[in-house]
């Protein structure tokens, strides 16, 4: 949950720094550049479904409150847009980067009975990182809007064809369900983060 909440966290404040650094100032305003995760907490996604997987071993799935972008701002609206979009997911896998490599250096103490030891805790803290932020990096650019692989890639298009993908965002969740449910979206996630946590381990 600490883990969890912490890379959420880091993931919204990427969003609103870089639109901070690209000309858009509504998040700063609203206090969004922080660490702080009072102001990223969205109650349903941050609090509730986690505690719900917890407790009854659910697929964990959970969210912040999403960073408003205002595109009037930004010099470049569409490059800029996409770039902010795509700042969310690096700064999962920065944290999943740094993770691994304190994981690589640190020596990690084995635990014997009455010799309790802080590296056993905190290596598993760092692994948790490292599989957790790829998940959400790898999740977050499901090409699919809302999400942010679906910004980047509505970014990427030739505006007649972005317009017609932007069609599908008011569906996007409900296509996201779908796919859950039908257990599609394992094709999409197991892959990639295979492939990830292999390099990074």
Same mark, same amino acid.
Do not use: C
């Given at each position: 949950?600490?883990?969890?909440?912490?890379?959420?966290?880091?993931?919204?404040?990427?969003?609103? %720094?870089?639109?901070?650094?690209?000309?858009?100032?509504?998040? $700063?305003?609203?206090?969004?550049?922080? /660490?702080?995760?009072?102001?990223?907490?969205?109650?349903?996604?941050? +609090?509730?479904?986690?505690?719900?997987?917890?407790?009854?071993?659910?697929?964990?799935?959970? %969210?912040?409150?999403?960073?408003?972008?205002?595109?009037?701002?930004?010099?470049?609206?569409? $490059?800029?847009?996409?770039?902010?979009?795509?700042?969310?997911?690096?700064?999962?896998?920065?944290?999943?980067?740094?993770?691994?490599?304190?994981?690589?250096?640190?020596?990690?103490? &084995?635990?014997?009975?009455?010799? &309790?030891? #802080?590296?056993?805790?905190?290596?598993?803290? /760092?692994?948790?990182? +490292? $599989? /957790?932020? #790829?998940?959400?990096?790898?999740?977050? @650019? +499901?090409?699919?809007?809302?999400?942010?692989?679906?910004? #980047?890639?509505?970014?990427?298009?030739?505006? $007649?064809?972005?317009?017609?993908?932007?069609?599908?965002?008011?569906?996007?969740?409900?296509?996201?369900?779908?796919? @859950?449910?039908?257990?599609?979206?394992?094709?999409?996630? #197991?892959?990639?983060?295979?492939?990830?946590?292999? %390099?990074?381990?």
């Amino acid at each position: 949950m600490i883990v969890l909440l912490f890379s959420l966290t880091v993931h919204e404040m990427a969003h609103a %720094w870089s639109a901070d650094r690209l000309g858009d100032p509504t998040a $700063r305003l609203l206090g969004r550049v922080s /660490l702080n995760p009072i102001v990223h907490t969205d109650f349903i996604g941050t +609090i509730v479904f986690p505690l719900i997987a917890m407790v009854s071993g659910a697929p964990l799935l959970g %969210w912040a409150k999403p960073v408003p972008v205002n595109m009037r701002y930004l010099h470049h609206p569409r $490059r800029d847009y996409m770039l902010v979009a795509a700042a969310g997911p690096a700064s999962n896998l920065v944290l999943a980067v740094s993770a691994a490599i304190v994981l690589a250096i640190m020596p990690v103490s &084995p635990q014997t009975l009455d010799q &309790p030891t #802080v590296t056993v805790p905190l290596a598993a803290i /760092l692994s948790q990182l +490292i $599989r /957790l932020n #790829v998940l959400l990096a790898v999740f977050n @650019m +499901i090409p699919i809007p809302p999400l942010d692989g679906g910004n #980047v890639v509505g970014g990427l298009l030739p505006h $007649r064809l972005a317009n017609g993908f932007d069609a599908v965002r008011p569906y996007g969740f409900m296509l996201l369900y779908v796919l @859950m449910l039908t257990g599609r979206l394992e094709y999409l996630l #197991v892959p990639p983060s295979r492939l990830l946590l292999s %390099w990074l381990q």
